[in-house]
């Protein structure tokens, strides 16, 4: 059993948590993620490590309320317990001879993105920060981003916040002023990453992408997060959970990723559905 050791909600639909976790605290990397269940009963599912603090042995996680696992995790409180929590797993994201890097989060991809940025500044690099979300309310890290970014612009798509657009603007801005990154890296959604490497690649910067949108249960034995990429004019097939989750973008079918993330919408949102009709049933009766 692993003991929630803090819980802050960061915005309506997403929560922090840090989880005491020593063996897990202790080698994690940015880039990796872990695999927990909330109960015995419960399904396995991958989230990014978002942080970690060795001293108090403990790892940051931050999660979107989308399914039902996902909202059994956020009704938990602090000193409450999870049943498992697996990693660090997958590839960290490779940081040699980076020394001008374009970070780039959408929505509660910069929960992944903030912890790469720290890292790579902690190395001594010059990191230039973008982050969108679709409106004010949804806005987090904000503060976190600037305390380790050397530039940080904030998108909202309907301008209630900071400047109206998506992270592509000031991207293009940034690349049509001569700007020579030597790695952007992009972590949102699916749809975003893909924008995010057409855009860079009229000037040849490398792109690299997370594709943790798309895992599942985080071994490759469900399939779900299967990528094909095209290399060498090739195409060449592999996970995300295993072989990743970063990947060059320039090789990634996002068609293909987004088409098959949508195949379980269905089953995702009555499953949503069944779970919180028990969680208001407890409330109503308590």
């Given at each position: 059993m692993y003991r929630i050791a803090t819980k802050k909600v960061l915005n309506k639909s997403v929560t922090q948590m840090e989880i005491e976790a020593p063996l897990v605290a202790n080698k994690a990397k940015a880039?990796?993620?872990i695999i927990l269940r909330v109960d015995e009963e419960?399904?396995?599912i991958p989230l990014t490590v978002a942080g970690t603090d060795k001293e108090?042995?403990?790892v940051k996680i931050i999660f979107q309320t989308v399914g039902a696992t996902t909202l059994k995790l956020a009704e938990k409180n602090e000193g409450e317990?999870?049943?498992d929590f697996a990693g660090p797993l997958g590839?960290?994201?490779?940081t040699e001879g980076i020394k001008n890097v374009c970070i780039i989060g959408g929505g509660v991809g910069c929960a992944i993105a903030m912890p790469v940025a720290e890292e790579f500044k902690r190395l001594g690099a010059d990191v230039t920060s973008i982050i969108g979300f679709r409106n004010k309310d949804l806005v987090i890290l904000e503060e976190e981003f600037r305390n380790i970014s050397d530039k940080l612009t904030v998108m909202t798509d309907?301008?209630?916040?900071?400047?109206?657009g998506n992270v592509t603007q000031p991207l293009k801005e940034y690349l049509e002023n001569g700007e020579k990154f030597d790695m952007i890296i992009a972590i949102g959604p699916v749809i975003m990453m893909k924008f995010v490497v057409e855009t860079a690649k009229p000037y040849?910067?490398?792109?690299?992408v997370s594709m943790n949108p798309i895992m599942i249960d985080g071994t490759g034995m469900c399939g779900g997060c299967r990528l094909t990429l095209n290399q060498d004019g090739k195409k060449v097939t592999k996970f995300a959970c295993v072989d990743g989750p970063d990947f060059n973008g320039y090789e990634v079918d996002f068609d293909e990723a987004m088409s098959r993330g949508r195949m379980y919408s269905d089953f995702e949102h009555h499953a949503y559905e069944k779970t919180c009709n028990l969680f208001k049933g407890g409330r109503e009766n308590g």
């Open positions: 880039g990796q993620f419960g399904e396995r108090n042995k403990t317990y999870i049943s590839t960290p994201t490779h309907d301008g209630s916040y900071a400047t109206k040849g910067t490398p792109v690299t």
